[in-house]
């Protein structure tokens, strides 16, 4: 199983509503990634777990939650989202620890539409 | 991470080959190549990495010159479907920010 699996794969929320994206590997991948992409930029990276760890936030605002809570699972909780975070969030996987971190599985990501 | 500078578009017919350059003025001893593909609305895919000479898969082939200061991803016989985005990385493989430029908007024509 090479997959990376991600709902839901549409989203539509207000400004005051709270939810959350989902993210699933089950290749014993030990770094876990989201990244938003805007239409025609090149994805941006927004956090990496790294053996469940939080290890790198860009600098991402706080309305943005990300929870890893087991070495299969991310989430991204959203909150008090502006309509310029509507983006397409794609998460990704890849080995960690000793093996190549920069050969990492993408899932296909889940396009957000804040209204 | 190296500073990466790729051309913006490239345009293909099918059966072609298309050969896309990166230069990476600034590599580090430690630094890997790394590239991936993009299709609209799709996660990328991860392609081909090399450290030097040359590296050939199935899909591609990385060429990288001694000074390592640019690489060429070639890919064979172009068809539709090659139409993408492709991603030239280069870091050390084992830095867990794994971050992406501009890239190179490929598109193959019949």
């Known amino acids: 199983d090479t997959e990376v699996t991600q709902t839901p794969k549409h989203l539509v929320m207000g400004m005051t509503n709270k939810k959350s994206l989902k993210c699933e590997q089950h290749?014993?991948?030990?770094?876990m990634y989201w990244y938003k992409q805007k239409a025609k930029k090149p994805p941006e990276l927004m956090f990496v777990?790294?053996?469940?760890?939080?290890?790198i936030n860009e600098s991402v605002p706080s309305r943005f939650s990300p929870e890893c809570p087991n070495s299969s699972l991310l989430n991204l909780h959203l909150h008090a989202l502006q309509p310029e975070d509507s983006a397409l969030y794609l998460c990704?996987?890849?080995?960690?620890?000793?093996?190549?971190?920069?050969?990492?599985?993408f899932g296909q990501g889940t396009r957000l539409t804040v209204v | 991470l190296a500073k990466t500078t790729q051309p913006i578009s490239m345009d293909s017919y099918e059966g072609q080959e298309v050969n896309i350059t990166c230069s990476h003025n600034?590599?580090?001893?430690?630094?890997?190549i790394t590239w991936y593909q993009q299709f609209p609305s799709q996660g990328p895919r991860f392609i081909i990495q090399?450290?030097?000479t040359k590296v050939t898969n199935e899909v591609a082939s990385l060429f990288i010159p001694a000074d390592r200061k640019s690489s060429t991803l070639s890919l064979p016989r172009v068809s539709l479907s090659d139409t993408a985005v492709y991603y030239c990385?280069?870091?050390?493989?084992?830095?867990?920010?794994?971050?992406f430029g501009a890239g190179t908007t490929v598109t193959v024509r019949a």
């Open positions: 990704a996987s890849s080995q960690g620890g000793e093996g190549p971190v920069w050969r990492a599985f």
């Open positions: 290749m014993g991948h030990r770094a």
């Open positions: 777990y790294s053996y469940e760890k939080l290890s």
């Open positions: 600034n590599i580090a001893t430690n630094d890997y």
């Open positions: 090399g450290y030097k």
């Open positions: 990385l280069v870091g050390d493989p084992n830095d867990y920010k794994l971050s």
